[in-house]
Structures are given as structure tokens and as C-alpha cells.
């Protein structure tokens, strides 16, 4: 039985206007990792992932890649902890 890990991730950089909500729904859905992602006002995007470890692992290191004509200069893990998710959800930005 694999650990499951859930983390709250900050991504910095060039990621809004670039696809890259859509990339992570889509790439996390493919990973069957559950959780969401949403733009901040601040041009961030916020997500959290929840999976197996290695999964979850594997996902941060794409993040900092994201997808093409996304610029990434800095993915911050704000925390781990418990959730329980259902699916992976794009929410309305905040």
C-alpha cells in the first residue's frame, strides 16, 4: 500500500495566460491525483495534490517544467497535511 501525500503548492512566474491551469487539471487527471488549481490576482496559481507519493512527487517536478510557454521561477510547497478530495477541480480564481 502506497503513502498517500497531500500538498499545497504556490507556482511564481510566467503561468497565467499559458494554458497552464488546463496543463495541471489534465496532467494531474492522467496521474489520477485528486485535488485543484486556481489563478490568484497576484498572477500565481495555487493548487493542491493529493495521491501517492511518488505521484504526487513526480507531479511537483512537472510543475516546475509546466507546459510550453509557461515560465516557471518558483514552485513553494505552503504545506502537507490531511484532505480528502474527489476528482481534481479548476476553481474560480481568488
Not at 32 to 42: E, F, K, M
Not at 55 to 61: A, G, R, T
Not at 73 to 91: C, S
Amino acid at each position: 500500500m502506497s503513502v498517500v501525500r497531500t500538498v499545497h503548492v504556490r507556482i511564481e512566474g510566467r503561468v497565467q495566460g499559458v494554458g497552464y491551469r488546463a496543463w495541471v487539471e489534465s496532467t494531474a487527471r492522467t496521474m489520477a491525483l485528486t485535488g485543484w488549481v486556481r489563478n490568484r490576482r497576484d498572477r500565481s496559481v495555487e493548487i493542491t495534490l493529493q495521491g501517492p507519493a511518488n505521484q504526487v512527487d513526480e507531479m511537483l517536478s512537472l510543475c516546475k517544467q509546466g507546459p510550453p510557454g509557461a515560465h516557471v521561477t518558483k514552485v513553494e510547497i505552503r504545506g502537507e497535511g490531511l484532505g480528502a478530495y474527489d476528482g481534481f477541480d479548476v476553481l474560480p480564481t481568488t
